[in-house]
DNA sequence: AACCACAACAACCGCCTAGCT
DNA sequence: GAGCTAGGCGGTTGTTGTGGT
């Protein structure tokens, strides 16, 4: 449709910004918040388009966002991201707090590219370049799991996405407070565009990949692998282990499965569980809720786990994988204790299996493991046989093999290329 | 000191989409 | 439903800084 005018106008500045223009603006935003971004140069007495200006406060002023070298965890966290979402900046940093999206995608491509394809990995597919290296180590099958699983987050992103939009319209009350306590001086109106999905909202599959990876089948499994489907950041709220190093969802309080009040960041999980028409407080219609599921199920590839409205009712959410099957209420609080008594029928290990099947196998790959010892430091690994949990050994290996290469940028270091 | 090449990052451009009329 | 606008997003460009010759 139509574009915006506002920067064809002419007599409009551009270029870098002087120090006088960004007090102009911050004294602006402070006192009266950012408004309408079109009308706040002329206000504000600015000599810029509305569009400069809302990028100079997003990526710039704005008080909340860190600046400077990003440390080893982010770098990390951003190659995980990039692999699984692509160049889709705004969706990756959600999940870095504090670092806006065009800061993440310049170091993407300053830094983060390059040190990849100096290592000879493929910073698009996020394989070594080399194919034939591959063949007989089963790292291309960890491959296309990564790559279903990417677009299975996909999916579920861009669900996530409409429905924060939804919680945002419905929730301005919420963020003018949150704003409130984000800044340190006083605004009318929230004067942020990016904070309002708070800080990153779920690593639901790195949570699943990182858990499956970091913790012992018997103990905080059943958490970390759940979080990587949809029912995910209540569960793995919930679930989580205190200490865990993840801690994405320290803030939230308590996920409820319908009508989730004003508690600070239960926002984030509102779809979570939601069931029969809670106009109050449910954010989103079963209809709605259906909708989204629907969409993971129709992704591109047949690949993927067909959730759809067969496995979401008014009164349960079903899961079925080539494993085992698993029925979560809908009409009760996802709570560590009521999960647990929930999925009693189902032990850890093999909740593990569940999930990790649920998030790993795929209708057509069938056995994915042809056997593991790609890893360059854990130790070897036996030959696989179709196991989820070796399945998510081999992945394992071939991320830590990623990240040995990045950190470590000598050829040499690693075993896997 | 001058010039050049490259890196880093801020800012812009153009497209897309949601929301409004 | 069509037209329009605001805002968001990702790709690209421009500017500045830095190191080497």
Redesign the pocket.
């Known amino acids: ?7 064809d106008k002419v007599g409009l ?5 002087t120090p006088e223009e ?1 007090q102009k603006l911050l004294a602006y935003i402070e006192e009266y918040g ?7 140069p002329a206000k504000a007495g600015l000599q ?5 200006c ?3 406060w ?3 002023l704005r008080p909340d966002i860190k ?3 990003f440390t080893l965890q982010e770098e990390q966290t951003i190659i995980q991201l990039h692999a699984l ?9 959600t999940h870095l707090p504090k670092r806006t ?3 993440i ?3 993407w ?3 983060l590219k ?1 040190r990849l394809v100096k290592m000879g990995i493929d910073p698009v597919t996020h394989k070594p370049k080399n194919d034939a290296l591959l063949s007989n180590d089963g790292q291309s099958k960890n491959a296309a799991n990564l790559s279903h699983m990417a677009q299975w987050e996909s999916a579920r992103l861009e669900a996530e ?2 429905l924060a ?2 919680s945002k ?1 419905r929730s301005n009350s919420f963020q003018n407070s949150l704003a409130s306590q984000e800044f340190t001086a006083p605004s009318p109106s929230s004067p942020l ?2 904070p ?1 999905m708070g800080p990153a909202r779920c690593l639901n599959v790195l949570k699943a990949w990182n858990g499956v990876w970091t913790k012992p089948i018997n103990e905080g499994s059943i958490a970390s692998v759940s979080a990587g489907i949809s029912v995910t950041g209540a569960l793995a709220r919930d679930l989580e282990s205190p200490t865990s190093t993840l801690g994405y969802f320290e803030n939230a309080q308590h996920i409820s499965s319908s009508g989730i009040g004003a508690s600070s960041n239960t926002v984030l999980y509102e779809f979570v569980g939601n069931s029969s028409g809670s106009s109050e407080g449910g954010i989103m219609n079963n209809e709605e809720s259906e909708e989204d599921w629907k969409e993971f199920g129709n992704s591109s590839t047949g690949h993927l786990p067909q959730y759809n409205k067969d496995v979401i009712n008014e009164n349960s959410i079903s899961f079925t994988s080539g494993l085992q099957d698993l029925t979560l209420p809908m009409d009760t609080t996802w709570t560590a204790e009521s999960l647990r008594s929930n999925t009693e029928q189902i032990s850890p290990a093999n909740f593990v299996e569940t999930f990790t099947d649920l998030l790993l196998s795929n209708s057509g790959d069938g056995d994915l493991s042809e056997g593991g010892g790609t890893e360059s430091d854990n130790g070897g690994e036996g030959s696989g046989s179709g196991n989820a949990s070796e399945n998510c050994e081999d992945n394992k290996n071939y991320w830590n093999s990623i990240f040995n290469l990045v950190n470590n940028p000598s050829p040499s270091d690693s075993a896997m290329f």
């Open positions: 449709m139509g574009r915006s005018p506002c920067c500045k551009k270029g870098p910004w960004d950012h408004g309408s971004w079109r009308a706040l810029r388009c509305g569009k400069s809302r990028l100079r997003t990526n710039y600046r400077g070298k979402l692509g160049n889709r900046w705004s969706a990756i940093a999206d065009n800061e995608k310049n170091y491509n300053t830094h390059k996405a409409r939009r939804q319209l565009s990016k309002v």
